[in-house]
């Protein structure tokens, strides 16, 4: 089983170190989880990365996936115990996992050298639940891909959310990008600096984008991506 948590954390530097604690590591292996990966908005994610927030009164700032074979509500109850009185309680969600372009695997702990955007989505109202994942996981995808200079792509398919004040979400989408990303438009579609080619590029893929409602009430989050083997 899948989780995700998205953390509105005050110290997101603060709480990427705490969780990467070894205490915090045991104890979380106690509750069943046996991968964890952390994406933090922290020092290595530059002030004028797109944020874009939909919902609470603060912005996400860090993104807790774990793989776990234990009970979800202990994994919340780990997660709840690290945040500061004044942060906001973690949302959660159970997701199903599909790996279009699989990310490059990472040392444990150790930063992955790439912009990791995390973006949750909501399905317009008019959309069924079925056309919307069709678009999505089919001519979606393969838009998103070769438009982009990504080097990993990962949709998260929300099963159901773990607490009462979880807000509304129906995917949850990861997609690494090289580091010059964060700063140049180029480096985030892979156009070569070829300015007519990023003009088709955002076209092809703004259209894409809107067909399925992900160009509106949208979280995005970029981040620096850790991963732990735990266990």
């Given amino acids: 089983m899948k989780l995700v948590h998205a953390l509105r954390a005050a110290d997101a530097i603060g709480l990427r170190d705490t969780l990467l604690q070894p205490g915090l590591l045991a104890a979380l292996a106690d509750a069943g989880v046996h991968r964890l ?5 922290d020092d290595a994610i530059v002030s004028g990365a797109l944020r874009l927030q939909a919902t609470g009164d603060a912005p996400i700032r860090c993104v807790v996936s774990s793989w ?20 906001p309680d973690p949302a959660g969600w159970e997701v199903e996992e599909r790996i279009p372009t699989p990310p490059p695997e990472a040392a444990d ?27 999505w996981h089919g001519p979606h995808t393969t838009v998103a ?10 949709q998260n398919v929300v099963r159901r959310s773990l607490t009462a004040s979880t807000p509304r979400v129906d995917g949850i989408v990861e997609e690494l990008f090289p580091m010059a990303a964060m700063h140049d438009p180029h480096a985030f579609y892979g156009s070569g600096g070829d300015d007519a080619e990023l003009g ?18 949208l979280d995005l989050v970029p981040t620096s991506r850790y991963v732990v083997t735990l266990g």
Avoid: C, K
Avoid at 68 to 87: I, M
Avoid at 200 to 217: K, P, Q, T
């Fill in 37 to 41: 990966q952390l994406n933090v908005d």
């Fill in 68 to 87: 776990t074979d234990g009970h979800a509500d202990a994994v919340t109850d780990v997660l709840r115990q690290t945040l500061p009185p004044t942060d």
């Fill in 109 to 135: 702990g150790v930063r992955a050298d790439a912009l990791a955007n995390l973006a949750f989505l909501r399905r317009p109202a008019e959309m069924d639940t079925a056309a919307w994942l069709a678009h």
């Fill in 145 to 154: 891909i070769e438009t982009q200079a990504t080097f990993g792509y990962v």
């Fill in 200 to 217: 088709r590029r955002i076209d092809r893929l703004m259209a894409s984008v809107a067909a399925f409602g992900a160009d509106r009430d």
